[in-house]
């Protein structure tokens, strides 16, 4: 139910989570349905904070205490049409403890935040499902910020959604780092939602992803049983160049690499030559996400002084 009074209100925090199997593709543009499954993991330490109270006037979007850029406010105004009181507005103060433009997908915790933040307000309490279900509608990526450490978004394989949702994974790794290597933070050319139906619709490669999508979410998953660094590491660097391929190949070529991704990249192949165990994977854009254990963290530091190394999981 969507009831209430104004001056009511409901707050949430969702981490922002990395794909490690990506999400590239939609069979339903307007549900969010994916066209494969994919395998994330979560940064505690980064997400959004939305604090939302129920008015008597229009929709007022801040984001890190200013107003909001048009576009995001009515983007939120759009997603919250879904839920909207009769003749209720809602004010929605939002903070990111992303980095901006770190090429971190706040889209993702910034949905799964709102929706939480919508559940305390109208005390719905739905099982995590539910919610990731809900956020899926707001983003497809969100769908994965509603949990801590590994999360699997299933693709499902109904037209109206119901059984496309993520589940959070027991498993913990505490040895596991994820190190952020910003190599350019200028606007992106094409945004995700654009460019992946872009992507459908004119790549020739496309064809292929699908599959090989889901055999990476089984590769990881038995990587993730196991603690297996090199499988886990390597499947999702595999993973993202495979993305980057299909990107690559779509006419208008959406190609978010810079020559400093390039050479990123080499670093990594050169760390990994050297005896460094350190995999990277990539979203849409040009910075580089590292998958590492604890005791590679002093060398990749040599060799990338500029990365931050965060922790998904407590340590010991
Ligand atoms: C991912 N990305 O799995 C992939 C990898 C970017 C590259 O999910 O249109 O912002 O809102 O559903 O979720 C970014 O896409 O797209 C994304 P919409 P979203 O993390």
């Known amino acids: 139910h969507c009831t209430g009074t104004p001056g009511q209100h409901g707050e949430a925090w969702a981490p922002v989570n990395i794909a490690l199997a990506k999400y590239w593709g939609k069979r339903n543009a307007e549900l969010n349905l994916p066209q494969n499954s994919s395998l994330s993991i979560s940064l505690p330490e980064l997400g959004t904070h939305t604090r939302l109270t129920l008015t008597e006037g229009a929709d007022t979007v801040t984001l890190n205490g200013a107003l909001a850029p048009e576009a995001f406010a009515q983007r939120l105004s759009r997603f919250l049409n879904l839920f909207r009181p009769d003749g209720l507005g809602f004010a929605v103060e ?30 719905w309490q739905l099982d995590y499902k539910t919610l990731s279900m809900l956020a899926r509608i707001g983003s497809g990526s969100a769908s994965r910020s509603l949990y801590d450490g590994f999360a699997v978004w299933h693709r499902g394989e109904k037209d109206d959604g119901t059984d496309s949702y993520a589940e959070g994974l027991p ?7 994820i190190g952020l290597v910003e190599v350019d933070t200028s606007q992106k050319p094409i945004g995700s939602t654009a460019g992946m139906q872009q992507t459908v619709n004119s790549c020739p490669l496309y064809t292929a992803w ?3 999508a889901e055999q990476s979410v089984q590769t990881q998953l038995a990587a993730i049983r196991d603690h297996d660094m090199e499988k886990l590491g390597d499947s999702a660097e595999h993973n993202a160049l495979t993305m980057h391929a299909t990107m690559i190949a ?3 070529t959406i190609l ?10 080499h670093t990594v192949q050169q760390l990994r030559a050297s005896g ?3 995999w990277f994977t990539m979203d849409a854009g040009p910075n580089l996400k590292l998958l ?7 060398a990749v530091q040599t060799s990338f002084p500029e990365v931050r190394i965060l922790a998904p999981f407590a340590t010991a």
């Open 94 to 123: 939002t903070t990111n403890t992303v980095p901006t433009a770190a090429g971190l997908a706040s889209s993702a915790s910034g949905f799964a935040a709102l929706i939480k933040a919508l559940d305390a307000l109208f005390d």
């Open 171 to 177: 498993e913990t790794w505490p040895d596991l780092r």
């Open 210 to 212: 699908p599959t090989f």
């Open 250 to 252: 779509t006419r208008p």
């Open 256 to 265: 978010y690499w810079t020559p400093e991704t390039v050479q990123a990249i």
């Open 276 to 278: 460094t165990p350190v």
């Open 292 to 298: 590492l254990p604890h005791t590679a963290a002093a």
